[in-house]
């Protein structure tokens, strides 16, 4: 078994970065190559990962003969061209950032590519690894009696700068239900055990972004809205989606309903958008409430201070990396998200936008 596993990372932007970070806190773990064509985005990756040699384009990072595994963190319209290459060239164990592709006409092809991938293929959804998120998921039978109603609540703040403004268009990022949104209806499938049958949305652009201009284009990325996922098996799942609530005390809230009970997640924002004058952000937490007897328990999740610095996911970004490391050293085993379950977070996500803009339920 090997001692040191070495990545090569594909795309250095922010969520890149916080990969670096999280992968520089691991024991037996380091980035030995970097592909970032954005000259400030490399520059600020090197300083976190120095010892990492900078690559002019994605074959000469392939070629990097010390590589264990890669990570895709580009923008999302590279993600498909991205995984071909390397399926092609050198498919190595792979994780890869939500979302897999952009484009509803795009997933028979990315089936085809993960099907005849020869390495682990596991897609980044690290809302999966939220200490509190993991918390209610591991209580959610036993709590609910078995779960039978799922909403999940999201208020944040606005999407960030990126590079080239690719977030702010529905072409480059696949849409806000999609981009934003295939971590929740991730969740769901996830939570639920079970498969969506049915997709109903009413979401739209309302607040962010009409003021702003890009090559004399306003951006036509969605900032809120509602959809409601049927299941299988009967449970039901809706999603609130707000990027104008910044000032909310926690940035999710997920309640999971059955027959016996009710169990509740509570995630904050990013540390470092919390006022300080406000005094100390606040704690992640889950919440039991049975129906019989009554009394909602209260349990406090708190995260690593150290993990809360290297990235704006809760901690999460670190956990997915131990159980993905552990995976390519071993050898062996299966991804925990696998090319399936990335594949229908985005059919649920274009699903959902399809039903927006008809007005009309989407079946699956």
Not at 111 to 136: D, G, H, S, T
Not at 339 to 353: C, T
């Amino acid at each position: 078994m090997k001692e040191t596993i070495t990545y090569g990372i594909i795309g250095c932007g922010m969520m890149g970065r916080e990969h670096l970070r999280n992968i520089a806190l691991l024991d037996g773990a380091r980035v030995g190559a970097i592909f970032e064509p954005d000259a400030e985005q490399a520059a600020l990756a090197q300083a976190i990962a120095p010892n990492a040699r900078l690559c002019a384009d994605l074959d000469a990072l392939l070629d990097r003969a010390e590589l264990d595994c890669l990570l895709v963190a580009s923008p999302n319209h590279h993600h498909l061209s991205q995984l071909e290459h390397i399926a092609a060239r050198r498919p190595l164990p792979l994780l890869m950032e939500k979302p897999l592709h952009t484009e509803a006409a795009d997933a028979a092809r990315v089936a085809e590519i993960a099907k005849a991938y020869p390495a682990p293929l596991w897609v980044a959804m690290e809302y999966r690894y939220m200490p509190p998120i993991r918390a209610l998921i591991d209580a959610a039978r036993s709590a609910t009696g078995g779960p039978l109603m799922l909403s999940i609540r999201e208020h944040r703040f606005p999407f960030l700068d990126k590079v080239g403004d690719w977030n702010r268009f529905n072409a480059k990022s696949g849409g806000t239900l999609v981009e934003k949104c295939c971590h929740f209806f991730d969740l769901m499938r996830l939570i639920l055990q079970d498969e969506p049958v049915r997709v109903m949305a009413s979401a739209g652009q309302m607040v962010n972004h009409l003021d702003e201009r890009y090559d004399g284009e306003v951006p036509d990325i969605w900032d809120g809205g509602y959809v409601i996922v049927d299941f299988a098996g009967g449970a039901r799942a809706m999603l609130e989606l707000c990027m104008f609530a910044e000032g909310s005390r926690y940035q999710e809230e997920i309640s999971l309903v059955g027959p016996a009970g009710k169990v509740e997640a509570f995630v904050p924002g990013p540390g470092r958008f919390w006022p300080a004058e406000l005094g100390p952000a606040p704690v992640p937490k889950v919440v039991v409430s049975p129906r019989h007897p009554k009394g909602p328990r209260v349990i406090d999740i708190p995260v690593d201070p150290a993990l809360l610095d290297a990235g704006d996911h809760n901690g999460s970004t670190f956990y997915q990396h131990q159980r993905f490391l552990d995976l390519v050293r071993s050898g062996a085993g299966m991804p925990e998200v696998t090319a399936h379950d990335g594949l229908m977070a985005v059919a649920i996500g274009h699903a959902a936008q399809a039903s927006a803009r008809s007005g009309q339920a989407v079946t699956l």
